[in-house]
């Protein structure tokens, strides 16, 4: 059974830093893309970022480019995402997506229980 | 970027009433549509893919068809349980964008 375990969240103030990880378990890890995706309190869902398999490629949205870095230690079966300069606005429920299919980022399945990042003073 | 609007925002339907929910997509992205469930204080889980695959254990009464811009998600007999958020996913490339999510009430 694929299994995801984010961790890392927490209470920040505007300004910070933080780093998500995300370890999984029950399905060849270096063989999938991974993602991160969002919701805020109350809000949508909104994708964040992914990694190829590998690690070599990766992918931002434009609200998080330049301040988030994904990234992901296969000899460890971990995803991680480290967010930088962070404001209320990044307040929200963070997921870990396992990408369903090898090959480019496609559709996400499963999700982990997420973590929550909450950005105040 | 290509957008996702779904629409309506949020329905309300009887138990056993067809129900359909659109996504459309700002420019076309052939089948590259995924549909998930949120269930209230639940994490999404996934339906269809592929526009009108049904993922492994979804009810049948879940389909999807569509293609380029216009997508719809049907449940062809609402029940209780189907009471979530209903989000469409474009994957044909990044940004993998979400649409803004369908409420579906029971009346």
């Known amino acids: 059974e694929v299994q995801l375990l984010e961790s890392g969240g927490g209470l920040v103030q505007p300004g910070g830093s933080l780093r998500l990880s995300c370890a999984a378990s029950g399905f060849t890890f270096s063989n999938f893309a991974m993602s991160w995706v969002r919701q805020a309190p109350g809000k949508g869902l909104e994708w964040l970022s992914a990694t190829s398999g590998s690690g070599g490629s990766t992918y931002y949205a434009d609200s998080v480019k330049g301040r988030f870095i994904i990234s992901r230690d296969n000899s460890r079966n971990t995803l991680y995402l480290q967010m930088n300069s962070l404001t209320a606005a990044d307040t929200a429920l963070y997921y870990c997506?396992?990408?369903?299919?090898?090959?480019?980022?496609?559709?996400?399945?499963?999700w982990g229980q997420g973590t929550l990042v909450t950005v105040s003073s | 970027d290509i957008q996702m609007t779904q629409s309506p925002s949020s329905l309300s339907a009887s138990v056993g009433d067809r129900v359909t929910i659109t996504c459309r997509a700002s420019?076309?992205?052939?089948?590259?549509l995924a549909w998930y469930q949120q269930k209230p204080g639940k994490v999404p889980e996934l339906l269809i893919y592929?526009?009108?695959t049904l993922q492994s254990g979804v009810p049948s009464r879940f389909s999807g068809s569509g293609s380029g811009t216009d997508f719809t998600l049907t449940i062809s007999s609402l029940q209780a349980e189907d009471v979530a958020i209903y989000y469409c996913?474009?994957?044909?490339?990044?940004?993998?964008?979400f649409g803004g999510g369908t409420k579906v009430e029971i009346k």
């Open positions: 997506a396992k990408v369903a299919m090898p090959g480019p980022p496609n559709w996400f399945d499963p």
């Open positions: 996913q474009k994957y044909n490339s990044v940004p993998l964008t």
């Open positions: 592929a526009a009108s």
């Open positions: 420019q076309g992205i052939s089948n590259y």
